[in-house]
């Protein structure tokens, strides 16, 4: 067994939902401790609701070239049971029927192996910068509470996409989410209907008026939650609504915001309810040329690692959106997962080897 999957099935084991990742944080901080690189970890936790905050670790270059960070997330999606990584015919899975936590913590492994052999063997580099986050599954709380201004890379790695290793995430969208809240009038629903106003009607008119799903290449609108009622033959008096959209134009993002706002607006006068929207954006759209340098390197050392490049859009948020905020070039990179947030969540045993490898090619092409 390779020392990165030693390493990624100690992590797996760890029950680390969003806030309460002090376990992974530790054992990762020892890990870097043993390499003698010392890891600091700052005040997010408390100031996000959580047990542990991001860690950071900084080794000094050797050699000339461009200084990069590397950046994994230790949360996962709450477990519905216990993690028993195992392994059947070259996948790690979990032996039990929820998660295996591939996502992120593969990744994590891999970085935390590639620069243990960097060290090891010597090899020279420009400067590692390794940034661990917390809370990334509930809209990247770690990444954002992350001071920015630490690192002294600007070009930086996340390797936090499904597939194969060998995709680069040439464009990422935009995401707004929105709480809605109805409100009606209580009545008897079979005494005095005339005298209520029924919140889930208006929720279900304004949502009906709307075309959900996907709404042309790299946009969607989702409706994720609808709570309302509190008995069958009560006119119900108030209705929460979850909703979403997401789109790679931020233009659209907001058209589509302003085109769902109206509509849930028109529905609630029309039924005699009020309605209070609350819109939050989650992050914004980036998008990177093919020859800009951090797609340039990512490519180069894809392709020493001996992985199948491939340039693709996605529909999902990561980290990497946090530090693009802030001014950075920051590539999203695949990591081998699959079917991640399910209990069929899998990764091949070669693929976590396959992340230490990167990790070091990363490391030589940055250098180069």
């Given at each position: 067994m390779s020392r990165a999957l030693d390493l990624f099935l100690a992590l797996a084991r760890l029950?680390?939902?969003?806030?309460?990742?002090?376990?992974?944080?530790?054992?990762?901080?020892?890990?870097?401790?043993?390499?003698?690189?010392?890891?600091?970890?700052?005040?997010?936790?408390?100031?996000?609701?959580?047990?542990a905050g991001n860690l950071h670790a900084r080794i000094p270059g050797t050699a000339p070239g461009e200084p990069i960070f590397l950046n994994a997330h230790v949360d996962t999606v709450p477990p519905e049971g216990p993690i028993d990584p195992v392994i059947e015919d070259g996948w790690v899975v979990n032996a039990n029927p929820t998660i295996l936590g591939a996502d992120n913590k593969a990744s994590v492994a891999g970085m935390v192996d590639g620069i243990r052999r960097v060290l090891e063997e010597?090899?020279?580099?420009a400067g590692i910068e390794l940034v661990?986050?917390?809370?990334?599954?509930?809209?990247?709380?770690?990444?954002w509470a992350f001071d920015c201004d630490r690192l002294q890379a600007r070009l930086g790695f996340v390797y936090d996409v499904d597939g194969p290793p060998?995709?680069?995430?040439?464009?990422?969208?935009?995401?707004?989410?929105?709480?809605?809240?109805?409100?009606?009038?209580?009545?008897?629903?079979?005494?005095?209907?005339?005298?209520?106003?029924?919140?889930?009607?208006?929720a279900a008119r304004g949502l009906a008026a709307l075309e959900m799903g996907r709404l042309g290449p790299g946009a969607s609108r989702s409706v994720g939650v609808i709570q309302?009622?509190?008995?069958?033959?009560?006119?119900?008096?108030?209705?929460?609504?979850?909703?979403e959209l997401r789109s790679l134009d931020d233009a659209e993002v907001v058209?589509?915001?302003?085109?769902?706002?109206?509509?849930?607006t028109e529905a609630a006068t029309a039924t005699g309810c009020d309605v209070d929207i609350a819109e939050r954006r989650e992050y914004t759209a980036y998008a990177f040329a093919p020859d800009d340098p951090v797609v340039r390197i990512a490519r180069r050392a894809l392709t020493a690692a001996g992985c199948d490049v491939e340039e693709i859009?996605?529909?999902?948020?990561?980290?990497?959106?946090?530090?693009?905020?802030?001014?950075?070039?920051?590539?999203?990179?695949?990591?081998?997962?699959?079917?991640?947030?399910s209990a069929d969540e899998r990764i091949r045993v070669e693929h976590v080897d396959v992340l230490s490898d990167l990790t070091v090619e990363l490391v030589r092409a940055a250098c180069a």
């Open positions: 029950e680390t939902p969003p806030g309460r990742e002090r376990a992974a944080i530790d054992l990762v901080r020892a890990e870097l401790a043993a390499l003698g690189v010392e890891a600091i970890e700052d005040d997010a936790g408390p100031r996000i609701g959580g047990d010597g090899i020279p580099h661990i986050t917390v809370q990334e599954e509930v809209g990247l709380r770690g990444a060998g995709r680069i995430v040439m464009r990422a969208p935009s995401q707004i989410s929105m709480d809605v809240v109805f409100r009606g009038r209580a009545a008897h629903a079979g005494i005095a209907p005339e005298d209520g106003r029924n919140a889930i009607h208006a309302g009622g509190r008995q069958r033959n009560i006119v119900p008096d108030e209705c929460r609504v979850e909703l058209r589509l915001a302003a085109e769902t706002t109206a509509a849930l859009e996605t529909g999902g948020g990561a980290d990497a959106h946090a530090f693009n905020a802030a001014g950075l070039q920051c590539v999203n990179l695949s990591s081998g997962m699959e079917l991640i947030h």
